[in-house]
């Protein structure tokens, strides 16, 4: 049977706030039945996010089973990750249904004592994308052994558009018949491709390890690996999953991404964002001492702008770095696959 989620988002439901739903609307829409959003006014995921199609926004978990829904996924990956509490009910009512439960929380539903019974008892399967292997190890540099070239998306600030510009150049470099892969490092992207590690749920110790063991299952499937990115150097909450994650992955080159409408870390406003050529700057110079990794373009996320301001900002930012620019999502990023295939081709070996 195919899965097909009822996207819980209520009150959270948009461009940003959502996520998790978001990215599999997106990139499955074939598994996404409809959103659950009792505050939300629009009848379509198309109305809120511009791509979706004709996916329905429901105000009760009965409507969302009747549009087909025979499972639950958390929508939101909100800062912190626990589930709030007016959820509890409509998790328990999916239960109860004989519904799966797909969430990436940083608050385990199948650690929870009621869902635990309560799944046992219904023989329901609740998958906590987050939840990380037991048996990781710190990290140690073998990716140096691999012979695919590995590029790490990193950012200027979290929810940037990583894991959705990797997935966005994979589809193109696919297209022109690159053996590509990629390598999910955050709840949303596990669910989209079906493995992948949660680094931010990692022991600080193991985020490199985690990285490590997801470069080299990559490599596995592909000449070119491109490694979902998180957090951001200078964020400070989240710096610390981003330098793991570019000491365990020992990325080639990155693609660096960032929104120009946002002027300062997302919830700190007391951090600007440096300009983009000291960004560049900044993320070479962290990788140098381990393995010299250029920025070899900039992907920029303009959803909040008008179409003739997000091209003003795409042609500032390559002015400004030097390097090929593009909103992946909504002009497409063929001069950054390209940047990448010319890198992949003349790289050191």
């Known amino acids: 049977m195919t899965t097909r989620f009822l996207a819980i988002c209520d009150g959270k439901f948009g461009p940003i706030s959502s996520k998790t739903a978001n990215g599999a609307i997106r990139f499955t829409p074939e598994r996404v039945a409809a959103v659950l959003d009792t505050q939300c006014q629009a009848k379509t995921v198309q109305d809120v996010l511009g791509y979706g199609g004709d996916i329905p926004v429901v105000h009760s978990f009965g409507d969302g089973v009747a549009a087909g829904a025979n499972a639950l996924l958390v929508g939101i990956a909100p800062s912190g990750g626990q589930l709030p509490k007016a959820w509890r009910g409509w998790i328990r009512e999916a239960i109860q249904s004989g519904m799966e439960i797909w969430s990436g929380l940083h608050f385990f539903i199948g650690d929870d004592p009621e869902f ?97 063991r997801l470069t080299m299952d ?100 390559e002015d400004e770095t030097g390097l090929p620019a593009a909103d992946p999502v909504r002009f497409g990023a063929e001069n950054v696959a390209d940047a990448i295939e010319r890198f992949h081709a003349t790289r050191p070996r």
């Open 116 to 212: 635990a019974e309560l799944a046992a008892r219904h023989g329901v399967t609740i998958r906590d994308l987050r939840r990380p292997p037991a048996d990781l190890m710190v990290s140690t540099g073998r990716v140096r052994e691999l012979a695919s070239t590995v590029i790490l998306t990193v950012g200027s600030d979290c929810n940037m558009g990583k894991m959705t510009s990797q997935l966005e150049l994979r589809a193109i470099l696919k297209r022109r018949g690159r053996k590509v892969a990629f390598a999910g490092t955050g709840q949303t992207g596990i669910l989209i491709e079906g493995w992948g590690i949660a680094v931010d749920a990692v022991i600080a110790d193991f985020i490199g390890g985690a990285a490590e």
């Open 218 to 317: 990559a490599a596995q499937g592909g000449d070119i690996v491109l490694v979902e990115g998180q957090g951001s150097i200078i964020h400070p909450g989240y710096s610390g999953v981003t330098f793991g994650l570019i000491h365990g992955s020992l990325p080639h080159a990155f693609v660096l991404c960032h929104q120009p409408s946002r002027k300062t870390i997302d919830g700190n406003p007391w951090v600007p964002l440096p300009p983009l050529k000291d960004l560049v700057q900044m993320h070479e110079a962290v990788a140098r001492p381990l393995r010299p990794a250029p920025v070899l373009a900039i992907c920029l996320n303009t959803f909040d702008l008008p179409e003739s301001a997000a091209r003003d900002a795409i042609k500032a930012a």
